[in-house]
């Protein structure tokens, strides 16, 4: 079946620093691929998405871009901010599929 | 925007007990999601409703039940919580269409005694 690999947190990084968040994926076919954004005591939110080979998904500076031939979804930031500390879900979805498949999620901690 | 609410933030209960967790969704989705969220696990699928009545098993249904008599509304249902149900229960809709975007609810965070 499907799934969804992720590094594991925690991820503590400096005001400004740069955050790269490793997701691999497992998956027949072409299915889309999310990252979500949990911050505490919320639910998930939708940070970006992309549906294809090589779209680029990007919102609030972070930026994800679809790998078919490493399988892979990495999350980026070149700079961080304490408001950007909060749990990441790594996810796919097949287009004929019912669910989100998720990874683990990697908590990142941002400190002044 | 889509907006998902869910009846509680925080609930807690009495092993043995049943306990109903109402979530509502305001854009007309057909389908709709129960994940249950645990440290390590991420998200897992309980139930799914494609449509109205409609329902699904996910990944991990046993102990939970379901209903969706009308659009807007799915309810999750433990039968007789134990303290494994012990979690935080985020609900979901989208438009018909597996590549679509599901958007959560705020969560609900359930003790079980």
């Known amino acids: 079946g499907d799934s969804v690999t992720q590094m594991e947190g925690p991820v503590t990084l400096s005001e400004e620093a740069c955050l790269t968040i490793?997701?691999?994926?497992?998956?027949?076919?072409?299915?889309?691929l999310f990252w979500y954004v949990q911050y505490p005591g919320e639910g998930l939110q939708l940070l970006l998405k992309a549906t294809k080979a090589d779209d680029k998904g990007s919102n609030k500076g972070f930026e994800a871009t679809y790998r078919k031939e490493t399988t892979s979804f990495h999350l980026e930031k070149g700079s961080v901010q304490v408001s950007d500390s909060a749990v990441y879900f790594c996810a796919l979805s097949q287009a004929a599929g019912n669910k989100l498949t998720f990874g683990g999620g990697t908590r990142v901690l941002v400190k002044p | 925007d889509v907006k998902v609410t869910q009846s509680s933030r925080y609930l807690v209960k009495r092993t043995g007990e049943k306990v109903f967790l109402e979530c509502v969704q305001d854009?007309?989705?057909?389908?709709m999601f129960w994940y249950r969220q645990d440290p390590g696990l991420g998200l897992r699928l309980i139930y799914f409703s494609y449509d109205v009545k409609m329902k699904e098993k996910g990944d991990i249904p046993e102990g939970y039940s379901v209903s969706r008599e009308k659009k807007e509304r799915f309810s999750l249902i433990l039968e007789s919580a134990s303290t494994n149900q012990t979690s935080m229960y985020l609900c979901?809709?989208?438009?018909?269409?597996?590549?679509?975007?599901?958007?959560f609810g705020p969560g609900t965070r359930l003790l079980v005694l």
């Open positions: 979901a809709s989208r438009i018909q269409g597996g590549g679509e975007t599901q958007y």
């Open positions: 490793n997701c691999t994926y497992t998956a027949t076919g072409y299915p889309s």
């Open positions: 854009m007309d989705h057909e389908n």
